[in-house]
C-alpha cells in the first residue's frame, strides 16, 4: 500500500494504527519509499523520554535540499518552486523555477563558504521576507551550516540574545525592509545589535531599500560584491539524520529564550508527509502561507513542507493592509491560489474591515483553508468559512509548535472532517492524552486537561541549544515518559481535540509566543518600577491583550508618560509586539505568603471577571485586591 497520500478517512484510520502500532515499521516503509538517502538507517528510532534522548533514522545520510531542490530539477526543473510578491503590488513579482531556485542556493551557498562558512558553524539570518531569505536558509542546509532565522521585527538587544546563545559566526541581513507604507532600517538594527554582542561576527548585506548604511571595514560585505564571482553549482554537504538543521529561538515561561534545535532527517520526512496530507497538495497547485519564514510555521510550510514535494509556494513580502485590506484576496486571485494558510488573528482583523474588501474578489481557486498559532473563535471561523472559503473549502485547523517541527492535530480535507474552534484529530503516528493535576491519564470523554504526548514523532525537537537540562525540565519532567506541550485541550466523545490555551505563563498574542518573565524583566529596568506582573486578557483582534500591573518606586505624577516610556522600554528589549495594551499602577501586587504573585487573580481581573476570584483569604495582602479591581482599566 502507498502510504503517502492519505485520501480517504479509512486509509487515515489502517495507517494510523500501523504508524502507533509499529511505529518502526511504519515509519521505516515511509521514509525509504520517499525520500532520497546517501545511507539508509541502521534504527528507525531510539528514544528516552527520561533524558530527553531522542534520534530518528540513526546514521543514515542525506541532505534535505537534495530532496527540496535536485531531485525536483531532474524530473520538472521547469515547475515553479517560489513566486515572491512584494511589498508594493506596483514592483513585478518574481518566480522562480526549480532549478533556478537550485542555482541561487547553490550561489549563496558558495558565498558562505567563502566568508568562511563551514558545516555545523551557526548563521543568524535577520531578514525581511525576500527570496534571499529562502535562498539563505537552503544555502545553510546545503553546506551543512545550522540556520537561527530570527524574525526581522526583533529588537536589537533581542537579536543580540540570540547571536550570543548561538555562538553565529556571520549575520545575513538587508539595508532596509518593507512594512506596508514604512520602511525599516535593519542594517543598523544590526549594527546595534552587535555593539552589544560578545560574540564577533561578519555582516553579509542584502540590498533591499537602497537605504544608506555605514559598511565596517572586514565585518560587513555587500552580497552584490561576492555573487557574481562565485560558482553556481554546490555539491550538496552529506549529513547525518542527527546532525542538527536549525535553532529556532521561542520564549519559556522563564527566562531567556529557548533555542530549539531541529535536526536534519526526521525533520523533513514529518514535515514532508504533513504538508502533503494536510492540505492535500496536488501537482499543480499553488499553495500559499501567510507566515514569516521568522517563525516556525515559515520553516516548516513555506520552505521545508512544500519544497520538499516539489509544490509551488508563495513568499509574501507584505502585510494585509497594504494598500488597502483587500490586498490578501487580491493575491490569491492574482496566482489562483488553491491553499491559503493564516492566523486567526489576521481573519479576525480582516473581518472587522467589512465585506467590502472582498466585493471585487473571485477566491474561486481556493480549496483548501488552514489557520495556526492559536485557538479560532467560532466567529472567525464562520467569517473565514463564509466569506473566504464560500463553505466549500474545509478548514485545516492546525495545532502545533516550535518545538514539535510540524502539525500534530488537524483535520484533513475530505478525510477528516473539520468542526469549528477544534483541532480535531491527531495525526498519522501521533499519541496525544490528557492528563489530570495529579499526572493521571484521563479516558473519559467530553474532558478537559493538560495535552501530553505519548511517543517520539519524527521532527521533534532534540534539545535546547546549549541547554540540555532545561530541555529535560521543560517538557519531560512534568510527567512521566510523556512530552507535556504546556497547553490545555479538551477531547470531546468523538476524540476531536480542542485546544484551550496555555496552562504556563506563556501569551499567545496575535499567534505570537510571549513569555511573562523577559517582559517584567524589560518593566522593572524602569527606575521608577519597583515590580512588575503580566497576564493576558481577551482581545478582539489580537486573542490575548497584555495587561502589566505595575508598583512604583515613589509617587508617578505623569502616568501617561511613565505608561509610555514603559512600552519604549519593552519595545527596546524585545520588540514591538511584546508591548502592553493596558498598564495600571498599583500600590501592591497580590501574593502568596511565600512571595509569590498571585496571576490568577490578576489574570481574572484583567478579564473582568470580577465576582471569580475564588479564595483571596489565603494571601499574604488580601486587601490590595480590592484596590486593584477599583482601579482596573
Ligand atoms: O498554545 C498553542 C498555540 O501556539 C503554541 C505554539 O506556539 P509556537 O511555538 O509559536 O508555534 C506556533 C505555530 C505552530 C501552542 O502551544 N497554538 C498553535 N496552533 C494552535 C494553537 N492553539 C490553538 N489552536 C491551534 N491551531
Not at 542527527?242 to 527566562?255: A, H, M, R
Not at 515518559?481 to 496552562?503: H, L, P, Q
Not at 495587561?547 to 520588540?575: A, C, H, M, P, Q
Amino acid at each position: 500500500m502507498n502510504n503517502y497520500t492519505i485520501d480517504s478517512n479509512k486509509k487515515y484510520l489502517e495507517l494510523y494504527n500501523s504508524s502507533t502500532q509499529s511505529p518502526e515499521k511504519f515509519w521505516d516503509k515511509l521514509a525509504s519509499n520517499n525520500f532520497v538517502w546517501n545511507k539508509k538507517w541502521s534504527k528507525v528510532v531510539d528514544w528516552d523520554f527520561k533524558k530527553a534522548k531522542i534520534s530518528w533514522f540513526k546514521d543514515a545520510k542525506l541532505n534535505i535540499t537534495v530532496n527540496c531542490l535536485d531531485r525536483h530539477v531532474i524530473k520538472n526543473p521547469q515547475k515553479t518552486a517560489i513566486i515572491f510578491e512584494p511589498n508594493n503590488p506596483n514592483e513585478k513579482h518574481k518566480s522562480y523555477s526549480y532549478s533556478e531556485l537550485l542555482v541561487e542556493v547553490c550561489k549563496m551557498a558558495n558565498v558562505l563558504k567563502s566568508m568562511g562558512v563551514k558545516k555545523g558553524d551557526r548563521v543568524c539570518i535577520y531578514l525581511p521576507m525576500i527570496p534571499e531569505l529562502a535562498f539563505s536558509v537552503l544555502a545553510c542546509a546545503r553546506i551543512g551550516a545550522i540556520h537561527s532565522v530570527v524574525f526581522a521585527g526583533f529588537s536589537s538587544n533581542a537579536l543580540a540574545t540570540r547571536i550570543d546563545d548561538c555562538e553565529s559566526s556571520l549575520i545575513i541581513t538587508s539595508d532596509g525592509s518593507y512594512r506596508g507604507d514604512k520602511i525599516l532600517n535593519l542594517k543598523q538594527i544590526v549594527d546595534d545589535a552587535l555593539e552589544i554582542c560578545e560574540t564577533k561576527q561578519k555582516v553579509l548585506v542584502v540590498k533591499r531599500t537602497n537605504e544608506s548604511m555605514n559598511l565596517k571595514h572586514e565585518r560587513d560585505y555587500l552580497l552584490n560584491d561576492l555573487i557574481d564571482s562565485v560558482n553556481d553549482v554546490c555539491e550538496p554537504e552529506i549529513m547525518d539524520a542527527e546532525d542538527p538543521l536549525f535553532i529556532l529561538y521561542t520564549s519559556g515561561s522563564t527566562g531567556k529564550p529557548k533555542g530549539m534545535v531541529h535536526t536534519c532527517a526526521g525533520y523533513m520526512v514529518y514535515t514532508s508527509y504533513t504538508f502533503k496530507n494536510i492540505f492535500q497538495y496536488q501537482p499543480e497547485d499553488v499553495y500559499w502561507c501567510t507566515a514569516d519564514i521568522g517563525w516556525i510555521t515559515g520553516h516548516s510550510y513555506i520552505l521545508y513542507g512544500p519544497l520538499s514535494n516539489g509544490a509551488t509556494t508563495l513568499m509574501f513580502e507584505g502585510v494585509p493592509s497594504y494598500p488597502d485590506f483587500s490586498r490578501f484576496w487580491q493575491i490569491v486571485d492574482k496566482y489562483k491560489v488553491n491553499q491559503f494558510y493564516t492566523a486567526p488573528t489576521a481573519i479576525r482583523g480582516l473581518a472587522k474591515q467589512g465585506d467590502d474588501f472582498l466585493k471585487d474578489a473571485s477566491l474561486k481557486s481556493l480549496k483548501v483553508l488552514g489557520t495556526v498559532g492559536e485557538p479560532i473563535n467560532e466567529e472567525a471561523w464562520e467569517w473565514y468559512d463564509n466569506n473566504i472559503g464560500k463553505n466549500k473549502c474545509p478548514i485545516v485547523d492546525t495545532w502545533w509548535q516550535t518545538e514539535t517541527g510540524g502539525i500534530l492535530i488537524s483535520s484533513i480535507p475530505n478525510v477528516i472532517p473539520d468542526k469549528p474552534t477544534f483541532a480535531t484529530k491527531p495525526f498519522i503516528g501521533i499519541q496525544p492524552i490528557l492528563i489530570d493535576d495529579s499526572g493521571d491519564e484521563l479516558n473519559e470523554a467530553n474532558i478537559v486537561g493538560k495535552l501530553c504526548i505519548k511517543y517520539p514523532w519524527p521532527s521533534i525537537a532534540r534539545t535546547i541549544w546549549g541547554n540540555h537540562e532545561r530541555y529535560i525540565n521543560t517538557y519531560f519532567s512534568a510527567y512521566d515518559n510523556m512530552y507535556f506541550t504546556g497547553d490545555g485541550a479538551f477531547k470531546d466523545d468523538e476524540g476531536n481535540f480542542r485546544i484551550t490555551g496555555r496552562v504556563d505563563d506563556v501569551i499567545i498574542v496575535s499567534g505570537h509566543n510571549l513569555g511573562t518573565a523577559p517582559i517584567e524583566d524589560a518593566i522593572n529596568e524602569h527606575k521608577k518600577v519597583a515590580e512588575s506582573a503580566i497576564v493576558g486578557f481577551p482581545h478582539d483582534i489580537k486573542g490575548n491583550a497584555l495587561y502589566g500591573f505595575v508598583t512604583s518606586k515613589d509617587e508617578i505624577n505623569d502616568e501617561k508618560l511613565i505608561r509610555k516610556e514603559i512600552n519604549n522600554l519593552i519595545s527596546n528589549k524585545i520588540g514591538p509586539i511584546a508591548k502592553l495594551d493596558k498598564i495600571q499602577f498599583t500600590s501592591g501586587l497580590p501574593k502568596t505568603r511565600s512571595g509569590k504573585i498571585m496571576r490568577r487573580i490578576l489574570r481574572k481581573i484583567a478579564s473582568k471577571q470580577y465576582d471569580d476570584l475564588g479564595d483571596i483569604s489565603t494571601l499574604l495582602n488580601p486587601e490590595i485586591v480590592q484596590e486593584i479591581k477599583d482601579n482596573s482599566i
